[in-house]
């Protein structure tokens, strides 16, 4: 059983800095492609940032430049860490990975972005 845990949600002003974390139980942040969704009230939820195992990172283009994912293998954590943030960036953000053949999510950390 994978467990993931998002934290460093909150409210920020436009223009203002987060910096999200996901624990992950075991050591699959070593081993799996894990990403960041994000999802808006009355929106679907959307891809943000992946990282790969091998630690290849991508990006959609409405945070490209903004946000950095990044892991750190000997805390079994990934961070998204958000600058230059914008209310349209408002959503409970989410991190997951595929382990086994099975996908896993976390509860989500709201991200709110005041103007």
């Known amino acids: 059983q994978v467990q993931l845990r998002e934290s460093g949600g909150g409210l920020v002003q436009a223009g203002g800095s987060l910096r999200l974390s996901c624990a992950a139980s075991?050591?699959?942040?070593?081993?799996?492609?894990m990403a960041w969704y994000r999802q808006a009230p009355g929106k679907e939820r959307e891809l943000v940032a992946t990282v790969s195992s091998g630690g290849t990172t991508n990006y959609t283009d409405s945070v490209r430049g903004r946000f950095t994912i990044s892991r750190d293998w000997p805390k079994n954590t990934i961070y998204l860490r958000m600058d230059s943030l914008q209310p349209g960036d408002t959503a409970v953000y989410y991190c997951t990975t595929r382990w086994k053949g099975r996908d896993y999510w976390g509860q989500g950390t709201q991200v709110t972005v005041s103007s």
């Open positions: 075991g050591s699959i942040v070593s081993y799996s492609n």
